[in-house]
């Protein structure tokens, strides 16, 4: 799921970077609102996704995949603080790694660090009311990466439509949306989703057994109290 | 909040990271879908798009694929994820403490 250097034209890694700048602006006012002693679960957390996106499968179409831990942040920290948490693992992975494009940095942090933690909590905010909290969190997890999944696959398959030589080949990424969405679809809803399905739910299992203040929604809704509470 | 049981199980995950790289080998998985090389993108379609050349080698990494050791690709793996540990976990601190000071001071 992270996009290379040299996928996307510079139109578009551009708009990426002109859509995520106002995002990280707010993830920066929203993460200074909370407190101090809860810093060291913004390290833990980016941490964890970190070596969680280490782990990787195969899929059963030849390629590879992992969780990216993403949805558990959202749903313990909260969906800002998972935006900025997530944007700085991405960054570290792509400077120090070459794991995604410097280039692509925005329009990864677009796909893994707004897309799936918002909708993740969304999904989970949702589902806690009518079912077992941990069984919420599983199902955020596999919408939260398909999700996800979707906006790569968009991101990508415009490729050939937006940059194309004057013999009318693609510049940038080749293959079109018809064949990137079904792709990236295939590999997350049959598998991928629920690995991380799977590592929210454990994760979150085990974390509100050891840490009832984090399980509890108390602190994925003390990000909104500071929020509305002091501005 | 007992933070040091968790550091201890992300050092153990750490330590395990080779097995994603073993089970990704034993199957004889590729890349992930989209993330090739452009030798791949070559003979999947028989051309490297001219604005993925010119692009594609901008930023050296480092330490990049993961492996900054080159005879023990396992041994690099636990390394990057050390580093990766260290690096996200530092900078997501001294990030977090920048933008908490005012909560810091007022704190009683």
């Known amino acids: 799921m992270h996009i290379p250097e040299g996928a996307l034209s510079p139109q578009t890694y551009g708009a990426a970077y002109a859509v995520m700048a106002p995002l990280w602006l707010i993830a920066g006012r929203k993460v200074g609102r909370l407190r101090a002693r809860q810093v060291p679960l913004l390290a833990i957390g980016g941490a964890f996704s970190f070596v969680i996106m280490m782990f990787n499968i195969h899929t059963l179409t030849g390629t590879t995949g992992h969780a990216t831990g993403a949805p558990l942040i959202a749903i313990l920290l909260g969906p800002w603080t998972a935006v900025l948490v997530m944007s700085v693992v991405l960054a570290v992975q792509a400077f120090l790694f070459g794991d995604g494009g410097i280039t692509a940095l925005a329009a990864n942090c677009i796909n893994m660090a707004v897309l799936m933690p918002f909708v993740s909590y969304g999904v989970y905010r949702l589902l806690a009311r009518w079912v077992r909290r941990g069984l919420a969190a599983g199902i955020a997890g596999y919408v939260g990466i398909n999700a996800a999944a979707l906006g790569t696959a968009i991101l990508f398959g415009l490729q050939p439509l937006l940059a194309h030589g004057a013999d009318g080949r693609p510049l940038y990424f080749p293959y079109g949306l018809k064949i990137t969405i079904a792709a990236m679809m295939t590999e997350h809803l049959l598998l991928l989703g629920f690995v991380e399905a799977a590592v929210t739910a454990l994760a979150f299992g085990y974390l509100s057994r050891t840490e009832p203040s984090l399980g509890s929604e108390v602190a994925a809704r003390r990000e909104e109290a500071a929020v509305g509470g002091r501005g | ?108």
């Open chain 2, 1 to 108: 909040m007992k933070a040091r049981r968790l550091w201890i199980i992300l050092l153990v995950l750490a330590v395990l990271t080779p097995i994603g790289l073993w089970v990704p080998a034993h199957f004889h998985a590729g890349d992930a879908w989209g993330e090739w090389s452009l030798g791949t993108i070559r003979e999947q379609t028989g051309r490297v798009p001219p604005g993925m050349a010119r692009e594609a080698g901008r930023w050296q990494a480092p330490m990049a694929d993961y492996a900054p050791v080159r005879r023990s690709p396992s041994a690099g793996y636990v390394v990057s994820a050390l580093v990766g540990i260290v690096v996200c976990g530092g900078l997501l601190w001294f990030l977090g403490r920048w933008l908490t000071r005012r909560e810091a001071r007022d704190a009683p």
